[in-house]
């Protein structure tokens, strides 16, 4: 099933004829050969039939299998004419849709037109009854004509003959593709997959190679090249089965298409040789005609003169000797021999663009010098020996200062913040100086004395103990590059507040000390002995102080443990018992103290106790069902807790966690919650409210002013009418039609005043019989509620003079007034007005008092009635 054109598909092919008059069996044969894109073929024995359609490979053949005439030619390649390329086609089919009669369904192609001309084909769709069919048929023809230009014949001996008349063959011809691209095997490596071929063949640096090789059926295989040890060695994998010595090999390379060809015709000569005719065979044709895919078609040779577009062209910026080079490179999708390079280097752009020098090369790299500050274009393209210029392509580079990041991005993290500057337009050369300040820097010339640097790169991250939570940093960055600095771009940031998260942050730290596993450990006490307990039971008696100290030095440090208890006497007779534990390490010099301390004494004459904790980093840890997480931490002045019960909190300001904060109360009463539930009394002086929903009931005893009431309680529209047009003889009319919309959630009332309405007689009419007749009508939902009709006229008597002015009289018109209940939901209420004018001796006009309608809300509150 393919694409019917019509957002459907179909059958690719379908036949619906009857044959109603006798023709020779050649041409009939033809026909139904046409219809399904066959060709009748001798295949020596009996008349077969061939689709032209995508089919396996049944051979390759290379120069060493052909017969090499006179002229030491293989391969002998012929091409289509000009005139019969065709770039429009107009098929005729029988058409159901225009009663099983002829119609015609022209089918164009716009490039070939553009490039050929239009060249037309009228041709008939044999026992086609589809329009979609009837397209691709035409399209199959221009597709052929295009796409399959070129024959090949060439003569082969009887024993290389492996194909019949419609197979497809590759063709692997050394001379049309400019390479070696098919020979024979001279020897096989098993072992190391390795074939020795009978000529050099040359390989692209990149992309996958491959090789086609005749495997133990006879039949032709593709494997992958994995190494070329040598000039005339390759490497693949997996060796095909079967491959002998003397074989066929072809060449498949990413840069080259495979040349394949459908035969047409064999005919044995009389030397005992047989020629081969082929014709050109693009697999992907099919594709093309019924599901409408494109593709750009690969040369199938090296040996073009026509010039290759230039690609991946990049400019490197450089600087010596206090001057700025550029070294632009590129490349091509193929190899033309004998083209050349042609650059053009401008500076500024557009009307202020000026040509600074031009330069031809036969390589792919060409290096300016010298160059001053600036903007500059260049665009490079290829030329052939003939002068030929191919597509040119171009880039931009600068010679400048960088331009300053448009922003720097803050990630905060755990007592961390990562900056990532951004800029406006991407530019590789550009790298960022980071710098760190604690407090805000007034003046940027203060920067480089005031701030900590960093260093350079894209990103920087600074973490640490001393970044802390719920405090303010500074990052100043600038953009840098060869040419020189910008200024600097400031961003403030803080850590990330999460608790939770550094909860678990502590857990995991803490967790891998050596006193964390330490104390989670159980004591053994099958280790100590009755006589040590006596014995220190025997030394508290008899000593009012114990100390025991523990030390060991290793190189420029030294670690000390002390455990002190002590009983001692002051001057006031009070007694004071202590306990110390003191860990210390000094290394590089310095020590680094941690203990702890318990105590009782007499402070102003009362008994005092005391537990003191020196650590840089404190943190409680309960051990029940294997926890690990600290129930709280202390560390660098900053106190972090899980879940905290308080009676009463005395806070100067409270923040939440997140970044920004959701809820925030600031020393001077300023409170920020970006989502608050307050189900208690509110007392404010003064504020803004957005998008605030009363659900119940409001009293406002002060003055109420709304620039908007979504609600719409009362709305008042006025009417206007068009002007007057012809409607008849000595008649005119105008109408409008108001909708009011339902789109309330409550019931509402329409009112409409009294309009009174008049005809015009105008000044200077007929004062002896000028009449003017005014009808209103009204229409609520097409149903008529109202039509009366107002008549103003000047007497019939004879000698009358011209009326002095205009004349209305709306009092004689019956007014009109209306009132109708608009519930909710019950959809939107047309109103329409028509006014009709009937004249004779003066001009059609009318006047009304003017027609307003207002929709209120429907309430009964309010109202008693007795």
Partial sequence: MVPDGFGGTEPRMTFNAYLAQQRKAWDVLSDFCSAMRCMPVWNGQALTFVQDRPSDVVWPYTNSDVVVDDNGVGFRYSFSALKDRHTAVEVNYTDPQNGWQTSTELVEDPDAILRYGRNLLKMDAFGCTSRGQAHRAGLWVIKTELLETQTVDFTLGSQGLRHTPGDIIE???NDY????????????????RTLTLDREVTLPETGTSAVNLINGSGKPVSVDITAHPAPDRIQVSPLPDGVETYGVWGLKMPGLRRRLFRCVAIRENTDGTFAVTAVQHVPEKEAIV??????????????????????HLTVEVSAADSQYLALAKWDTPRVVKGVRFSLRLTSGSGENSRLLTTAITAGTEHRFSGLPLGEYTLTVRAINSYGRQGEPATTTFRINAPAAPAGVELTPGYFQITAVPKLTIYDPTVQFEFWFSEAKIADAAQVETSARYLGTGSQWSVSGPHIKPGKDFWFYVRSVNLVGKSAFVE??????????GYLELFREKIGKTHLAEALWAEIDNSQLKDEMAEM???????????TQTVSKTLEDQSATIQQIQRVQKDTNDDLAALYMLKVQKTKNGIPYVAGIGAGIEDTDGQPLSNILLLADRIAMINPEDGNTTPLFVAQGNQLFMNDVFLKRLFAVSITSSGNPPTFSLTPEGRLTARNADISGHISANSG?????????????????????????????????????RAAGEHRHATERTVTVIDDQSFDRNIVIPPVFYSGII????????????????????????????SSIGTRRTSGGYPVQEDTIYPGSSTPFSYFMRMASGGGDVRIKFRIEVIYYGTAPGFMTTGIQITTMKASASGFVES
């Fill in 171 to 173: 063709i692997c011809d």
């Fill in 177 to 192: 593709a400019g390479t070696l691209t098919g020979g024979r095997i001279l020897s096989i490596d098993a072992a190391t």
């Fill in 290 to 311: 019924d599901n409408g895919a494109r593709f750009e078609p690969q040369s199938g040779t090296l040996n073009s003169v026509i010039p290759p577009a230039v690609q």
């Fill in 491 to 500: 961003a403030s940031g803080r850590a990330s507040n999460d608790a939770a």
């Fill in 536 to 546: 220190q039971t025997t030394i508290t008696e008899t000593r009012n102080e114990i």
């Fill in 688 to 724: 803004t409210l957005n998008n605030v929903v009363i659900a119940e009931n409001c009293t406002i005893k002060g003055t109420l002013r709304a620039e908007n009431i979504i609600g719409d309680v009362v709305k008042t529209h006025n009417v206007s009418l068009p002007d007057l």
């Fill in 762 to 789: 105008y000044k200077g009419s007929d004062g002896d019989g000028a009449t003017s007749i005014c009808t209103l009508t009204v229409s609520v939902n097409d149903r008529v509620v109202f039509s009366k009709t």
